[in-house]
């Protein structure tokens, strides 16, 4: 897609049919104008424009040349028209992280549905509806005031639209399955303006596509999900052991996952972690791993499955027990904030190896920032009972998600982080088969070799809907599969 500059009279004539509000560079605030989410956002001189380019991921710094504020889908359907008629870069944005940096651009139109929150509730049916600018929060808060909950991720700041559209992962998986696996239907905007609602009735191949192929086809406006009992209390297991025992937990983990029932979820994670109120003194700047999981179901029986996890060795801290759902989902928003610098990958794991483990053991001892982590998540049930023929998600043959964060604060240590990620990466090649989960997809640098990878004999049914149904690329900023006879595009990530 070729940049081009917005003239002023460009500008002009969108606005006359826009309901929303347009956002140009130089745009400075004024009283009642739009203010960003955070204190970090009211730099340079509290300039309304630079509220809006910025992202949660403090490593991206772009510029687009107009941000489209969405109020409702005839906004969304004006700001595509507008980009494809005069050939701009487009980027959109959701309401959540977008840690691959991709929901801004430079130069082009960033159409921004972070307003766009609704969430509505059907009790009986069990179903929710919710706009693409929701986060998990928003939706959280409003199906457990019916007892219900459909899976999301493990942080409540995350966004639905790119978190569902990459697949999902969260902490309900391996009993409700994947995000994406609720869906019972989405409303999306396609690259020609045209609206269309996409069911297992209606656009059933797109369907498909939307099921973990990413935010590649268009720009989804709503979300219909289907809801399960959960809560308002749940199991929960946080336990915290010795990184010098590292090995022997994850061997204990892997032999607790092979016969857990499928109402059990969990992650571990590695890492010093120095969080001073959570640990002893002479803990907090120590190597440590962590178990993170819960149980969807009765709570009792939730806590005597679990108890095998907190009896692996003797703990650092425990914090399991009964927990409200909502609070659990909350439980990792406070060690993602706002600004700060993210660079994240992952991989599908063949096993949780001996050799694997030695390897993981060694990653997570050398990271170059103390808040960085190497995580392992259980995969399998639900998640490896849904066929490749009902969704495209890529990683339901996997046992376990090889998860690398790196979290840091300065600038000036971009390049070590960066660097330890990579090299973590081309290390555990050798327990994997190169494929990844996209919604920790670092940068998408490896554009069209990592799709292909990911995405296998699947790769190609993904090009035939891409060829349908935005032939010219127009949605190039994402997980990215070229139509059929076009240059490879620019890599980006889905809309979140």
Not at 203 to 213: I, K, N, P, T, V
Not at 369 to 377: A, K, M, N, Q, R
Not at 428 to 452: A, C, H, I, T
Request: charged fraction near 25%; include cysteine.
């Amino acid at each position: 897609m070729a940049q081009h500059a917005i003239s002023a009279e460009q500008v002009e004539q969108f606005e006359a049919g826009f309901h929303g509000d347009l956002v140009r560079p130089g745009d400075v605030r004024k009283s009642g104008a739009l203010s960003g989410p955070s204190e970090r956002r009211s730099r340079s001189e509290n300039a309304v424009y630079d509220d809006a380019r910025a992202v949660w991921n403090g490593m991206i710094d772009k510029r687009p040349g107009l941000i489209a504020r969405c109020r409702g889908v005839g906004d969304v359907i004006s700001a595509v028209n507008f980009a494809r008629d005069n050939d701009l870069l487009v980027a959109v944005r959701g309401g959540g992280h977008n840690v691959a940096g991709t929901a801004v651009c430079d130069d082009g139109l960033v159409i921004d549905l972070s307003e766009m929150r609704g969430v509505w509730v059907d009790p009986g049916d069990r179903t929710a509806w919710v706009q693409a600018g929701a986060t998990w929060a928003d939706v959280d808060h409003e199906t457990q005031s019916f007892g219900l909950a459909t899976p999301g991720g493990v942080v409540s700041e995350t966004g639905v639209a790119g978190l569902t559209l990459g697949g999902g992962i969260g902490h309900l998986r391996c009993k409700y399955g994947l995000t994406c696996d609720n869906l019972a239907s989405v409303d999306l905007v396609t690259a020609d303006g045209d609206f269309l609602t996409a069911s297992e009735d209606e656009h059933a191949d797109l369907f498909w596509g939307l099921r973990g192929g990413g935010g590649n086809f268009g720009i989804v406006t709503g979300f219909e999900f289907d809801l399960h009992p959960v809560g308002p209390e749940v199991a929960t297991c946080v336990v915290f052991y010795p990184g010098d025992r590292m090995a022997e937990c994850l061997r204990a983990y892997r032999k607790y996952v092979a016969s857990a029932p499928d109402e059990i979820s969990t992650l571990t994670m590695s890492g010093v972690m120095p969080e001073e109120e959570l640990f002893p003194t002479d803990a907090v700047n120590d190597l440590k791993i962590g178990i993170v999981g819960c149980y969807a179901g009765p709570v009792e029986k939730g806590e005597r499955a679990l108890a095998l996890l907190r009896k692996i060795d003797e703990p650092i801290a425990d914090f399991s027990g009964p927990m409200p759902y909502v609070e659990f989902q909350q439980l990792f928003d406070e060690d993602y904030p706002d600004g700060m610098r993210y660079y994240w990958k992952s991989l599908y794991l063949d096993d949780l190896s001996e050799s694997a483990i030695d390897r993981i053991a060694y990653w997570s001892d050398v990271a170059p920032s103390p808040l960085s982590t190497v995580d392992i998540w259980q995969m399998g049930g639900a998640v490896a009972q849904v066929d490749v023929e009902n969704s495209a998600f890529a990683g339901r043959h996997a046992p376990f998600l090889l998860g690398v964060e790196a979290n840091w604060e300065r600038p000036k240590d971009d390049n070590a982080n960066v660097e330890w990620v990579r090299d973590c990466l081309d290390d555990m090649r050798q327990f994997s088969d190169g494929s990844v989960y996209l919604n920790f997809p670092g940068f998408l640098e490896e554009g069209d070799d990592m799709m292909r990878a990911t995405f296998g004999p699947t790769y190609e049914r993904l090009v035939v809907l891409k060829d349908e149904y935005d032939p010219t690329n127009l949605f190039s900023l994402n997980q990215n599969i070229a139509p059929s006879g076009s240059a490879e595009a620019d890599g980006g990530a889905c809309h979140d």
